[in-house]
């Protein structure tokens, strides 16, 4: 798998995964900053980067981390500015695009953050480790046809 198939795949659960949490929110009546958006987000990027693990049969190397994760914030700011887009055209005119602005940015940041600590790094940390308890990695289902074998 390649990053623009991890990148799609992160999209697309991304967007499913915030549309269930929508439904949840309306349905269950949960309050609106329920922590449900964090939720998707680190669904959909550990999902991604899970399969990328499973078709590739490895983690992302350093450059491809960096890549992935700079990928992925930018997907989940440009989701961001749309929903913040289709906010602010239905808001009162006084409401400012500035703090809209800044809240995105502030919300991406930390986001960033979050996708870079589930990004690979720590799987990464607990695949050697399970490697090197059982001799075999974690992507690997049978130890006899596992690429990634000692």
Not at 1 to 8: A, S
Not at 33 to 52: E, I, K, R, T
Not at 100 to 112: D, E, K, N, S, W
Not at 114 to 132: F, K, L, S, V
Request: net charge positive; with cysteine; charged share 15%.
């Amino acid at each position: 798998m390649t990053l623009k198939g991890v990148f799609l795949r992160f999209f697309l659960l991304y967007v499913a995964l915030l549309i269930v949490a929508g439904l949840i929110v309306h349905y269950w009546g949960l309050a609106s900053g329920s922590g449900l958006n964090m939720g998707a987000l680190a669904g959909s990027v550990f999902g991604a980067c899970f399969d990328f693990g499973r078709k590739n049969g490895r983690y992302f190397f350093r450059d491809e981390k960096w890549r992935s994760v700079l990928g992925f914030a930018g997907i989940d700011v440009a989701l961001q500015l749309f929903s913040a887009a289709a906010a602010l055209s239905s808001a009162p005119a006084e409401t400012g695009a500035g703090a809209v602005a800044f809240a995105v940015g502030l919300v991406g940041a930390l986001h960033a953050l979050a996708i870079y600590r589930r990004g690979g790094g720590e799987n990464a940390r607990q695949a050697r480790d399970q490697r090197a308890l059982t001799g075999r990695s974690p992507l690997c289902r049978r130890a006899a046809v596992c690429p990634l074998r000692n």
